[in-house]
């Protein structure tokens, strides 16, 4: 994202916070779909947009981090401290509408869908330790120091807790992927 964006974001700028929403949006909502809270995702997105407003004023565009990891970290401890006030009994994926990709074979597009569908179940019964962890390093692409130190563990408890979680989807996705797990 273009710095003069989000210094004119920083100042007030309607327009440049309407972008800046605009780029960010995607982001928001794959967070908010992997680590929101099962009924509350919409609410939460929305939160999350009218956060990200609020504090915009504190991402220094000269400092170390980027504004996407620094974007990143606002929303997942945003997210984190929502599930925590919250403590919500998680009993699965909400339907969610699914637009099919445009595909010249509908079989393909089926059975796309249900592999996405899957690997979402797969990630809801993770653990919220480990879902966190693989969604922060595998997903979004964090490096693991910064995904420990957003967790506030040591980055070998990263380690484990990516090691656990793929060992989950594995078992959990093997049939799946037609694989003999």
């Not at 967070?31 to 915009?56: K, N």
């Not at 653990?127 to 997903?139: C, E, G």
């Amino acid at each position: 994202m273009e710095l003069n964006l989000i210094t004119a974001a920083q100042r007030g700028d309607r327009e440049a916070r309407a972008r800046v929403l605009a780029e960010v949006g995607p982001l928001l909502a794959a967070l908010v779909r992997r680590l929101g809270i099962p009924g509350e995702r919409e609410d939460q997105l929305q939160s999350l947009a009218a956060q990200v407003l609020t504090v915009i004023d504190r991402f220094e565009p000269n400092g170390p981090a980027r504004f996407t990891t620094w974007l990143t970290t606002v929303a997942t401890r945003t997210l984190l401290m929502d599930l925590r006030k919250r403590r919500p009994e998680l009993v699965g994926l909400e339907d969610e509408a699914h637009a099919a990709p445009p595909s010249y074979d509908p079989s393909l597009a089926t059975q796309s869908r249900s592999l996405g569908e899957a690997i979402e179940r797969a990630l809801e019964r993770l653990p919220h330790a480990q879902r966190r962890a693989f969604v922060l390093a595998a997903v979004e692409g964090l490096p693991l120091d910064e995904v420990a130190a957003l967790e506030s563990v040591p980055v070998g408890t990263i380690k484990s807790r990516l090691s656990r979680a793929r060992m989950a989807l594995a078992i959990t996705l093997g049939p799946a992927l037609g694989g003999d797990r």
